[in-house]
């Protein structure tokens, strides 16, 4: 079965300061990775996928991700958050057999302090 | 063009009712997936339907159950409410092609209460 484990539960960083967030999955086969977030009282939005090519994808907003198949991570970056990338943050993988099933980590929650 | 959409947008429900949530997927979507978010945790899948069926399902139990209409709007039934059931309840559109890779769309969510 697929996991996925996301490290940081909660992160708290000022304005400009770079950002990383970690995601590791379990899964023997080809995947397919995801990076949601979900701002306060809004939808899931994706920010960035992988699905093969690149390991390094680049999404909205000036975050970018980095696909390791060795060491089976996804990890989130931006060199230099603002206050609205005040949100939480959710990786997520699919077996890339065609059906778009995702299984999610339990998220991290930015804040941002001015 | 209309992005999925979900409704009712909460809910409060008491303890053995049934609850029915529905949800319309992005234009040009055919296929819906169910997922229930639990406070502080990640979205848990399920299931999915295609073609008015269920395609996929997840380690939920039987008293979850859905439907797919013909023009691919789809219902989330939930039987004998818990008060674990109490939970937000999001609905992801996504064109179905097996092979195909396509990313998911979500609507805001039905947020369910049990009392």
């Known amino acids: 079965a697929q996991s996925v484990s996301q490290h940081n539960h909660h992160v708290i960083l000022s304005e400009a300061a770079s950002l990383e967030l970690g995601c590791n999955y379990s899964?023997?086969?080809?995947?397919?990775l995801f990076w949601y977030v979900q701002y306060p009282g809004q939808h899931l939005q994706l920010l960035l996928k992988?699905?093969?090519?690149?390991?390094l994808v680049k999404g909205i907003k000036g975050f970018e991700a980095e696909f390791i198949k060795s060491k089976f991570s996804f990890n989130l970056r931006k060199p230099s958050v603002q206050w609205s990338d005040t949100a939480e943050y959710f990786c997520?993988?699919?077996?890339?057999?065609?059906?778009?099933?995702?299984?999610f980590g339990t998220g991290t929650r930015l804040l941002v302090s001015p | 063009d209309a992005g999925v959409t979900q409704s009712p947008t909460h809910l409060i429900k008491t303890r053995g009712q049934q609850v029915t949530l529905r949800c319309s997927p992005k234009?040009?979507?055919?296929?819906v997936s169910w997922y229930q978010q639990a406070l502080g945790q990640g979205p848990q899948f399920i299931f999915q339907?295609?073609?008015?069926?269920?395609?996929q399902r997840g380690n939920f139990p039987d008293r979850f159950s859905g439907h797919q209409f013909p023009n691919y709007s789809s219902e989330l039934n939930v039987n004998a409410l818990l008060l674990g059931d109490s939970a937000l309840y999001l609905c992801?559109?996504?064109?179905?092609?097996?092979?195909?890779?396509?990313?998911?769309?979500f609507g805001q969510g039905t947020r369910l209460t049990v009392v």
């Open positions: 992801a559109s996504s064109s179905g092609q097996v092979g195909l890779n396509t990313e998911a769309f």
């Open positions: 899964y023997g086969g080809t995947v397919n």
């Open positions: 992988y699905f093969s090519g690149d390991p």
């Open positions: 997520a993988v699919n077996a890339n057999t065609g059906f778009q099933k995702l299984v």
């Open positions: 234009s040009g979507h055919d296929t």
């Open positions: 339907y295609y073609e008015e069926e269920e395609r």
